[in-house]
């Protein structure tokens, strides 16, 4: 069992960056493969980034490439989204997320979620 609680996030401009975390409880954080979602309104929740247990995978969807970066610190049980080039349809409820398998890439293989945090991005 794992619990995820998301901070970060709120109004950026366009252009402008921003970082989320999510922190974990438990001690075997290392030991789950961790991503990001979003949802906007009215839309789906998708896969934004993922990152394997060791951080040395990583995947990112079409609309981030280059401009979203994952990563995570396995010492202080956390997930990172570094934000940049924000524009305004990044605007979403942004969610971590923590799988069993070594890396997920589908919201079908994401066994705990956090609450979710709000980025909101102004044009």
């Known amino acids: 069992q794992v619990q995820l609680v998301e901070s970060g996030g709120g109004l950026v401009q366009a252009g402008g960056s921003t970082r989320l975390s999510c922190a974990a409880s438990?001690?075997?954080?290392?030991?789950?493969?961790m991503g990001w979602f979003r949802q906007a309104p009215g839309r789906e929740r998708d896969v934004v980034a993922a990152?394997?247990?060791?951080?040395?995978?990583?995947y990112y969807a079409d609309s981030v490439k280059g401009r979203f970066t994952i990563s995570r610190d396995n010492a202080k049980n956390t997930v990172f989204l570094q934000m940049s080039s924000l524009k305004p349809e990044d605007t979403a409820v942004y969610y971590c997320?923590?799988?069993?398998?070594?890396?997920?890439?589908?919201?079908?293989?994401?066994?705990?979620w956090g609450q979710g945090t709000q980025v909101t991005v102004s044009s």
């Open positions: 438990g001690r075997t954080f290392s030991s789950y493969g």
């Open positions: 997320a923590a799988t069993v398998r070594p890396m997920g890439t589908r919201r079908i293989e994401y066994n705990y």
């Open positions: 990152i394997s247990w060791s951080g040395g995978s990583t």
